[in-house]
């Protein structure tokens, strides 16, 4: 069982990224999954759930309009798309579902 994040990287104020999440090892359309972040000195955080069916969605308040969970369950794969980034969403942020854990793939936002 095994989820890997990819997509992270340095970007400037306003500008975008799409964080991919592939799972292996359990089957993937039965779960819920999630994508949290943790910042330097804080607690990890939920940014974004997805059913498993991709038909409904949360988000943290702080990315609400922003940001967007999406899923594809024939590759096996959530995504998170951020827009409109600020320096305060610079973090590592970690994949999750079916009690699993990416390594995280870190993100900052600066000029």
């Known amino acids: 069982v095994q989820l890997v994040e990819s997509g992270g990287g340095l970007v400037q104020p306003g500008g975008s990224l799409r964080l991919s999440c592939a799972a292996s090892?359990?089957?993937?359309?039965?779960?819920?999954m999630n994508w949290y972040r943790q910042a330097p000195g804080k607690e990890r955080e939920l940014v974004a759930a997805?059913?498993?069916?991709?038909?409904?969605?949360n988000y943290a308040d702080s990315v609400k309009g922003r940001f967007t969970i999406s899923r594809d369950n024939a590759k096996n794969t959530v995504y998170l798309q951020m827009n409109s980034l600020k320096p305060e969403d610079t973090a590592v942020y970690y994949c999750?579902?079916?009690?699993?854990w990416g390594q995280g793939t870190q993100v900052t936002v600066s000029s």
């Open positions: 999750n579902g079916r009690g699993v």
């Open positions: 997805i059913g498993s069916a991709g038909g409904t969605m």
């Open positions: 090892g359990f089957t993937f359309s039965s779960y819920a």
